[in-house]
């Protein structure tokens, strides 16, 4: 990777290594100093800091990014590089300077554990570029949650939603940082109705759309761009998944657990469950 005038942005996991990302970054900071390389340090302070760093940067407009970690952080930056919708991930350079216990990463790609030899690496010109993986997935599963409120707070729009990171699932989903697919149904009006219905209100905004659980993790969108959204809505959630509703905590805190339908071609739509209480299961059952 070619090292010159342009900023790098170095996220830094202090912890990495029982400490020695801390402990050792002032020597990799003189290490790339030396080096001529340019860049702007940033130390994670919670888990999955480093994907919100990542997107922040590439949003910021860095393109080239140092991690200073083990496996564990750089996890975290390809899951931020895939969640970004700036520009396409191979847009983006990534070295990594391991401080890590495993560093698996770094020995399959005959990356040196030693510091100087990491630097050094970064002088080449040129890139790898490193194949994921491939899923196929179907088109199918869908979550419909209500919105009970909105209000806008510092230039924020916030959508508040009877539903949250309980009752929902889907890949990204790292404090709503993940754009999915999302419709808008107008409110009071049944979904059949909905689907030949036009929303008259046309007003586009960006939501962060929230959770009913009391805590700043139930984020089911950061950042979204819906028209027509007010209180009493329906958001549609598409694609996901047959299983996601299944995977979140469905009794967390004694919420409401939700409806299921089912549809196939052969019977149509079925009503599964219907949506109910379940304060009930965590009481003490009263003996007459």
């Not at 940067?57 to 590089?81: C, K, M, P, S």
């Not at 909905?194 to 089911?220: F, H, I, P, Q, R």
């Amino acid at each position: 990777m070619e090292a010159d005038k342009v900023k790098w942005f170095v996220i830094v996991n202090p912890v990495a290594g029982g400490g020695r990302g801390l402990d050792h970054f002032p020597q990799i900071s003189k290490l790339l100093r030396d080096a001529h390389i340019v860049c702007e340090p940033v130390f994670t302070e919670h888990k999955f800091h480093a994907t919100e760093l990542t997107v922040t940067a590439v949003r910021e407009g860095y393109r080239r990014i140092i991690v200073v970690g083990g496996d564990g952080t750089l996890h975290e930056v390809v899951n931020g590089l895939f969640i970004q919708q700036e520009v396409c991930p191979d847009e983006v350079l990534v070295a990594v300077v391991a401080v890590g216990t495993g560093n698996d990463w770094v020995r399959t790609f005959g990356i040196s554990n030693r510091y100087q030899d990491a630097v050094k690496a970064m002088q080449w010109k040129g890139h790898v570029t490193v194949e994921l993986g491939r899923a196929l997935a179907a088109m199918c599963g869908y979550y419909l949650t209500k919105v009970e409120d909105t209000k806008t707070s510092d230039g924020i729009h916030y959508c508040i939603v009877d539903g949250g990171c309980h009752q929902l699932n889907y890949d990204g989903q790292i404090k709503g940082m993940y754009e999915p697919y999302v419709k808008v149904l107008p409110k009071e009006v049944s979904v059949k109705v909905a689907e030949v219905s036009e929303n008259k209100n046309t007003e586009e905004k960006t939501w962060k759309v929230c959770g009913s659980l009391c805590t700043l993790n139930d984020v089911l969108c950061n950042e979204i761009t819906l028209r027509g959204l007010e209180k009493g809505s329906i958001l549609v959630f598409e694609r996901t998944g047959a299983y996601s509703a299944m995977e979140g905590m469905a009794l967390f805190l004694s919420h409401e657990l939700p409806g299921v339908v089912l549809y196939s071609e052969e019977e149509g739509w079925i009503q599964a469950r219907v949506q109910q209480e379940t304060y009930k299961l965590n009481m003490v059952e009263q003996l007459s």
